[in-house]
C-alpha cells in the first residue's frame, strides 16, 4: 500500500514530484525541471446551483462561467459569462469561489478552452480550475494548457464524452522553468501572436469578401439570372425550369457509409472523412487517410466518379457540406457521418447539382427538417431525397456550369487564401511547441534552476482546501416541515454550526446585503419559537 501524504519525508515527495525521465513527453533545458500540475497548484472543480430555485440567480453577483461562455472567446482574460450567481446559489451547490489570476480550464464537451480569472468567479462542473501559485506565472500556464489539448485529451475518459476528472488533471506533466524564463517566455509569444493575428485577419477578410462574391454569383445562377442572355440568344424561357425534388433524380442512395475502429486505420483503402472535403470538393487524394477493408466492405461503401457525398451529421454550419468525386486515384470509401448518391446524368450535370448543394439555397433545402441535439444537428436519406431542386434544361445546366467555371476560374486564389491562414495557424503551434521546449533563445542557462522553485513549493505546509467541507447538519423533518423559504433554513442551518454565538457574531458571518432580511428571519425563527433570543441561542427539540 503506497503511503499517505502526510508520511512521506521531503525527499520522498521532492522524488514524486519529479517526472520520471521516460515519462517525459519531450527535452527541456537542464535548468527546467518536468513536474505535474497536482504538485505546484490546487485543482478545484465546479458547481452548478439548482436552476428550479430563483433565490440562486435573481440578482446574483457572483461571475459564474460555463464552457459555453468560452465558445469562440478569444481574450485571455475573463471577468464574467452569461449568468451570475447569488451568495445564497454558491453556498448550496458545489461551486466555489476562485481567487483573481485562477487559470480556467474546460474539462468536457469540449476539454481545452482556457481563460485567466479577472476577478473573483466561480464555474460550473465543466471545469477544471489551477489556483494561484507560486510556481508559475498565470500567462505562463495559460498558453501552456492551451498548447497541450492533445495531452490533456490523453488523461481523459468518457463513452459518451471525453472528460479530464481532478485526480488525472494532478498527474498531467508539466515543463516548469525558472520564474524569470517563465516571464520572458509570455513576452515573447505575447509579441508574436498580434503580429500572426493581424495577417490573418486581413486575409480572412479577403476570403470572406471572396465568399461574399461567391454567395451573390451562385444566387444568380440558381435562379436564372446568369443565363438570361443566352436564353434570350436560344429562345428558350425560364418557364422551361422545373422544380423536382432530389429523390426524382437520384439513381443509387442516399447510401449511409462505413464505420470502422481506429485500430483498422494506418493502411489499405482511402477513406473520405468529413474533414477532407469542403465547398464541393474532396481534398487531393494522396492526402487521405487508410484504412483496412473487407472484400465486402469495398464492393458495398466504394465511390466512383461523380458520386456526391453528403455530410449528415455535424454542427449546424457544416451539416449539408457536400463534395463531388472526381479524378478518382484508386479505390476509395466514404465514412459512416456522411450519405453517397449517385444521380442520373443523362437528365442533369452533375457538376451542375454540387454546385446546386453547395450554394445558400442548396444548403437550405439540405438543412430544412434538421434535428438538432446539444452541439449536433442531423438530417436522414429522406431529408436528401426531399430537398427542392429547380432544374433547367440539362444545356442550360452545363451553360451555367461553364459560366461559373469562368467566373470562379479568376477566383483561385481564394484557396491560396487558405493555405495562407493554414500556415499562419501552424506558425503559432509550432511558436508554442518550441516555446514549452526552451527553444525560443529566451532561456538563461546560468539562472537558478526550476529545481529550487520546485523545492521551495514542496517545503511548503499543505495546501489549503478552498472550501473545506463542514460536518453535515441534520435538520429534523419536524422543524423542516416549518420553514416556508430557503432563507428560514439556511438561517436555521447557520445558528446550529455556530450555536454559541451571539447574534452580533452570527450576523457577522452573513453577507452585509442580506443583513436585513436574516434579521427578519430570525423574528421569524423566534416567533415560531424555533430559537430563543438569548445571550446564546437555545433551539427546540
Known sequence: MAKKKESLSFEERLEK????????????????????LGEVTDIVGGGTPS???????????IPWISPVDLSGYTEKYISNGKKNITELGLE??????????????????????????NNKLCTNQGFKSFLPSKAFIPSFLYWYLKHSKELLE????????????GSKARLVEFPLPPLAEQQRIVERIESLFPKLDEAKEKVQTSLDSFKYRKAAILHKAFTGELTQAWREENGVS??????K????????????????????????????????????????????????LTDEELELYRVNNGDIVINRVNSMPYLGKSALVRNLSGDCVFESNMMRITVDRKRVDVEFIISYLSSAIGLKELRKNAKQAVNQASINQQDVKSVQVILPKLEEQTEIIRILDGIFEKEKKAKDLVDIIEKIDLMKKAIL????RGE???????????????????????????????????????????FKTDLEEQIYRFILENQYATLKQILQGVPSSKQLDAMKTFAVLRKKKLIDAKNDFIFTK
Request: overall charge negative.
Open 238 to 243: 425560364l418557364d422551361s425550369w422545373e422544380e
Open 92 to 117: 448550496k451547490s458545489s461551486a466555489k469561489l476562485m481567487p483573481k489570476d485562477t487559470v480556467l480550464l474546460s474539462s468536457r464537451a469540449p476539454i481545452g478552452y482556457v481563460a485567466i480569472a
Open 51 to 61: 436552476s428550479t430555485v430563483p433565490e440562486y440567480y435573481e440578482n446574483g453577483n
Open 17 to 36: 514530484a519529479i517526472v520520471p525521465e521516460g515519462e517525459r513527453p519531450y527535452k527541456v533545458p537542464y535548468n527546467w525541471v518536468w513536474t505535474r
Open 440 to 482: 525560443l533563445g529566451t532561456n538563461d542557462p546560468e539562472e537558478e534552476s526550476a529545481m529550487e522553485l520546485l523545492k521551495e513549493i514542496l517545503s511548503k505546509e499543505e495546501k489549503k482546501e478552498i472550501k473545506p467541507a463542514k460536518k453535515a447538519i441534520v435538520i429534523p423533518n419536524s422543524i423542516l416541515k416549518q
Open 154 to 165: 490523453s488523461y481523459a475518459s468518457g463513452t459518451t464524452f471525453l472528460e479530464l476528472s
Open 433 to 436: 511547441a518550441r516555446a514549452f
Open 245 to 292: 425534388s432530389l429523390g426524382d433524380i437520384i439513381l443509387i442512395g442516399p447510401q449511409n457509409g462505413l464505420y470502422k475502429a481506429k485500430q483498422f486505420y494506418g493502411s489499405g483503402t482511402m477513406i473520405i472523412r468529413i474533414d477532407t472535403f469542403y465547398d464541393g470538393c474532396i481534398n487531393p487524394w494522396d492526402t487521405l487517410k487508410l484504412l483496412q
